[in-house]
C-alpha cells in the first residue's frame, strides 16, 4: 500500500513537472521580439530572453507582453496539473516551469532567469503569496528601478508568504524555487555588492 502510494507521488509528479518543463521553455521573448522585427534578443542588452531585456528595445508594450506570458507559462502549467492530477503534480510542474524558462532545450539549455514564470507559478500554487510577491517586486522596482534586486527582494521574502498567507506545506517547494531564482542572478549579486548594477531604462538601445 505504501509503495503504491509513493509510486503515484513519484508518476503523478513526473508528468506535471515534464509538462511544466514544455511550457516553461516556450521562449517568448525572444519570439516577441522577432515578430515585432528587433531581431535575436539575446544579442541586445544583457543577452537574457526575459523581459527585462526585453525592455532594453525601447518597446514598453513589448515588454509587458513578455512578462504576461512568460508568468503565464508557470500559472497554466500548474493550474492544468491540478486539474488534471494532484497536488504532487502541480508541485512538479510548478518547478518544471521554472526550469524550462531558465534551461530550455530548444536554446541549448541557455535561458532566463525565470522571475516572471516563477511569480505566475506562486499564483498558481497560492494566489494571495503570488500578489504578495508581486507587490514586494513593484515596491522595491519603485524605490531602487532596479530589477534584479526587486526580483531578489521578492524571491527572499517569498517562503515567509507562505508560511503567513498559504500553506506551510508548500514552502520547501517555494524555497527551492527562489533558491533557483538567486543561483540565477549570481552575476547581479556581484554586480549589486560593487555598486555597478544598472537601473531599469526605457531607452531603446542603440546600434551601431
Request: net charge positive; with cysteine.
Amino acid at each position: 500500500m505504501i509503495d503504491a502510494i509513493i509510486n503515484h507521488i513519484q508518476i503523478t509528479g513526473l508528468i506535471g513537472m515534464i509538462g511544466g518543463y514544455v511550457f516553461g521553455s516556450i521562449p517568448f521573448g525572444l519570439v516577441l521580439c522577432y515578430l515585432a522585427g528587433y531581431g535575436d534578443i539575446r544579442k541586445i542588452g544583457s543577452g537574457n530572453i526575459g523581459a527585462t531585456n526585453v525592455l532594453r528595445t525601447g518597446s514598453k508594450p513589448l515588454a509587458a507582453l513578455t512578462v504576461l506570458l512568460d508568468s503565464s507559462k508557470g500559472l497554466i502549467a500548474v493550474l492544468i496539473a491540478a486539474a488534471l492530477f494532484d497536488k504532487h503534480a502541480m508541485f512538479g510542474a510548478a518547478l518544471g516551469a521554472v526550469v524550462g524558462h531558465n534551461f530550455p532545450v530548444w536554446l541549448k539549455f541557455k535561458g532566463g532567469k525565470g522571475v516572471a514564470t516563477t511569480l505566475g507559478t506562486f499564483i498558481a500554487l497560492s494566489w494571495p503569496v503570488g500578489l504578495a510577491c508581486c507587490a514586494a517586486w513593484l515596491l522595491t522596482a519603485v524605490i531602487s528601478r532596479i530589477s534584479s534586486l526587486s526580483a531578489l527582494m521578492a524571491l527572499a521574502l517569498a517562503p515567509v508568504f507562505v508560511m503567513v498567507f498559504g500553506d506551510p506545506h508548500q514552502v520547501y517547494l517555494v524555497g527551492t524555487i527562489s533558491l533557483l531564482g538567486w543561483v540565477r542572478h549570481h552575476a547581479n549579486l556581484r554586480r549589486l555588492l560593487k555598486g555597478e548594477e544598472p537601473k531599469i531604462s526605457f531607452k531603446k538601445k542603440e546600434t551601431a
